[in-house]
């Protein structure tokens, strides 16, 4: 599994006209899902984005977390980024996971950040999406839960 944070003064999804999710400060993740994700994946990513210590403490120092300032997690779903662009021009897809079981662990990953933390909004799988965000900092961290980075 992979996710992409970063921290968002606001941020906001946008389908067929309508916003169907925004939130203030807080986290905007991009979430792709590959093949043989678990369980245990979806819980190392949760816990690393309701966790990561991103936010400003009195010293300016990066040292609390979404709990810690009462920020929002926006989730997005985004299959690319499985994608492979190593060969060629055309990225391949094949490491990520096929889309119907995608969209029931994305459903499920929602509930469980939901669990962890008390405000948490997401995006619509397999909507042609329109995401708008503020990156503050900028700060962008990148999460892969086979410790590939």
Same mark, same amino acid.
């Given at each position: 599994?992979?996710?992409?944070?970063?921290?968002?003064?606001?941020? /906001?999804?946008?389908?067929?006209g309508?916003?169907?999710?925004?939130?203030?400060g807080? $986290?905007a993740?991009? $979430?792709g899902?590959g !093949?043989g994700d678990?369980?245990?994946?979806?819980?190392?990513?949760a816990?690393?984005? @309701?966790?990561?210590?991103?936010?400003?403490?009195? &010293? &300016?120092k990066?040292?609390?977390?979404?709990?810690? @300032?009462? =920020?929002s997690?926006l989730?997005?779903?985004?299959? @690319?980024l499985? &994608?492979?662009a190593?060969?060629?021009r055309?990225?391949s897809y094949?490491?990520?996971?096929?889309?119907?079981?995608?969209?029931a662990?994305?459903?499920e990953?929602?509930?469980?950040? /939901?669990s962890k933390?008390?405000v948490? !909004?997401?995006g619509?799988? =397999?909507?042609?999406? !329109?995401?708008?965000?503020?990156?503050? &900092?900028?700060? @962008? $961290?990148?999460?892969?839960?086979t410790g590939?980075?």
């Open positions: 599994m992979r996710a992409v944070a970063q921290r968002v003064s606001r941020a /906001s999804i946008e389908v067929g309508a916003v169907v999710a925004e939130i203030g807080g $986290i993740a991009l $979430i899902f !093949r678990t369980a245990a994946d979806l819980d190392y990513i816990g690393k984005l @309701t966790g990561l210590r991103i936010f400003a403490d009195d &010293g &300016g990066m040292n609390l977390s979404l709990a810690d @300032t009462g =920020g997690l989730l997005v779903p985004q299959f @690319t499985y &994608g492979d190593r060969r060629g055309r990225p094949s490491p990520a996971l096929e889309p119907a079981a995608a969209s662990m994305f459903d990953f929602v509930a469980l950040c /939901s933390h008390p948490v !909004r997401a619509i799988f =397999g909507a042609d999406m !329109r995401f708008e965000l503020v990156n503050e &900092g900028p700060v @962008t $961290i990148l999460l892969d839960s590939l980075f």
